[in-house]
């Protein structure tokens, strides 16, 4: 059975810093994994998908990396702003089913101005 | 195109009585998917559903809590009875086949 786990829980770091969160999965078998930001009391925003087949992916300041053999993902934030505070979650879906989503709990992260 | 809509943002119920979660999907959307995130944990899986049909209820509870996407109008979760350990936000996300999800807002049930 599938398990997303995201270290650490919550982080605060000052403005200007480039940070990586983390992201693993027990099983190999994916289609691909999804990166996604949380604000409080809005919906979720698709960030970066990496497909299976891919090594990283990268939109603006964010870069997404996959390794799937040791099962695990790493979202880069370079150059941190105060809109960057947010909760980023991971989510793949599992082989048997391409369409449910299995998703790590999030990480919270603060950035101080 | 307004995205998916989710109705309504809040919902308070006491114990034992029903919600109804309201979600509108994408202009073109036929998918629809409700997941749960209890507080402090990921989210869950609960219903995937395509118009007038069920696909795949694994995730939802057997007794409680039902789902449908009539031919016309939104999709609707509701939940009967509710109890304290309903309290969770509901999300909808919807997609055409084979493509990526757009999420809703949530609706955040809170059971006093």
């Known amino acids: 059975k599938q398990e997303v786990t995201q270290i650490p829980a919550a982080l605060s770091v000052p403005e200007g810093e480039n940070l990586v969160l983390n992201c693993s999965f027990t099983?190999?078998?994916?289609?691909?994994l999804q990166w996604f930001r949380q604000d409080p009391g809005k919906g979720l925003t698709s960030l970066l998908l990496i497909q299976s087949s891919q090594r990283e992916q990268t939109s603006g300041r964010l870069n997404a990396s996959l390794d799937k053999s040791s099962g695990r993902s790493t979202l880069y934030i370079a150059a941190s702003q105060p809109g960057d505070s947010a909760t980023y979650l991971c989510a793949v879906p599992p082989m048997d089913s391409n369409y449910q989503l299995i998703w790590g709990a999030g990480t919270k992260l603060i950035i101080k101005p | 195109n307004a995205g998916v809509m989710q109705n309504p943002r809040h919902l308070v119920r006491r114990r034992g009585q029903e919600a109804r979660l309201r979600c509108s999907p994408m202009k073109g959307h036929s998918h629809v998917y409700w997941y749960r995130q209890l507080p402090e944990e990921g989210l869950k899986f609960m219903v995937y559903?395509?118009?007038?049909?069920?696909?795949?209820e694994s995730g939802m509870p057997k007794e409680r809590f039902s789902a449908e996407f009539p031919k016309e109008g939104p999709s609707i979760l509701r939940i009967q009875q509710v109890v304290r350990g309903d309290s969770a936000a509901y999300f909808c996300?919807?997609?055409?086949?084979?493509?990526?999800?757009?999420f809703g807002s949530g609706t955040r049930l809170t059971v006093v």
């Open positions: 559903l395509q118009k007038e049909n069920i696909i795949d």
């Open positions: 996300a919807s997609s055409e086949q084979g493509r990526g999800y757009t």
């Open positions: 099983d190999s078998a994916i289609y691909n």
